[in-house]
């Protein structure tokens, strides 16, 4: 499965199963306070996930870390999908531009 596509079943299936409700426009049209706050919590849905890869390598449960690590993609590719940002045209920006920069980005870890 391609990258966009990920985004586009993930964004599909959530919409379908309500959670898109509170949210419609993409990040361009985002104004409101309200706007921005669901997307800060669709942000937050995203942070709580990977707290639970967390408890899941510290249990040490690998299928659970393994299940979360997929959420956080689903989940990730959920908001990109909703508010029409090219994922993988931004990962590869991301990637040509990590490949330039310094050992360890010039920080001690």
Known sequence: MEINDLVAKAYLNANEKGFWSDLECNLEDAETQEQFNAIGNRLM??????????EGLRNN???????????IAIRLADLCG????D????IIK???KNKNREYKHGKLF
């Open 45 to 54: 849905l995203i942070v709580g996930e990977v707290a639970e890869a967390q």
């Open 94 to 96: 991301k990637m040509l």
């Open 61 to 71: 449960d690998k299928d659970n870390f393994r299940e979360e690590l997929a959420d």
């Open 82 to 85: 909703g508010l029409e940002i």
């Open 87 to 90: 994922l993988e045209h931004e």
